[in-house]
């Protein structure tokens, strides 16, 4: 079992920057996949990026490309978003996500097995 604990969200101006922060226990970290999604008022939830074991290997969606890096520290068995430039758009409940079965979690909600309470990011234009 995985336990997730996420901090560092909160009110920014748009073009601002944030770091999220989501601490993981319960299972070696290092051997967890871990991925960041995000959910609007009204809308499914989303894929944001993702990172595997290593680290070695990351993915983005588009919307996010460019602004957006995730990264992992195993000593700290922490995963880390951060968030550059950021647009009203952004504006979501930000989930921190980990899947105990595989290297790479990939992009669909379906390939993770545990979920964070989520942190409020809110962007003012």
């Known amino acids: 079992q995985v336990q997730l604990v996420e901090s560092g969200g909160g009110l920014v101006q748009a073009g601002g920057s944030l770091r999220l922060s989501c601490a993981a226990s319960?299972?070696?970290?290092?051997?967890?996949?871990m991925g960041w999604f995000r959910q609007a008022p009204g809308k499914e939830r989303e894929f944001v990026a993702a990172i595997g074991w290593s680290g070695g290997t990351t993915g983005y969606a588009d919307s996010v490309k460019g602004r957006f890096t995730i990264s992992r520290d195993n000593a700290k068995n922490t995963v880390y978003l951060q968030m550059n430039s950021l647009k009203p758009e952004d504006t979501a409940v930000y989930y921190c996500?980990?899947?105990?079965?595989?290297?790479?979690?990939?992009?669909?909600?379906?390939?993770?097995?545990?979920w964070g309470q989520g942190t409020q990011v809110t962007v003012s234009s």
């Open positions: 319960g299972r070696t970290f290092s051997s967890t996949a």
């Open positions: 996500a980990a899947n105990s079965r595989a290297y790479y979690g990939g992009s669909s909600t379906t390939g993770y097995d545990y």
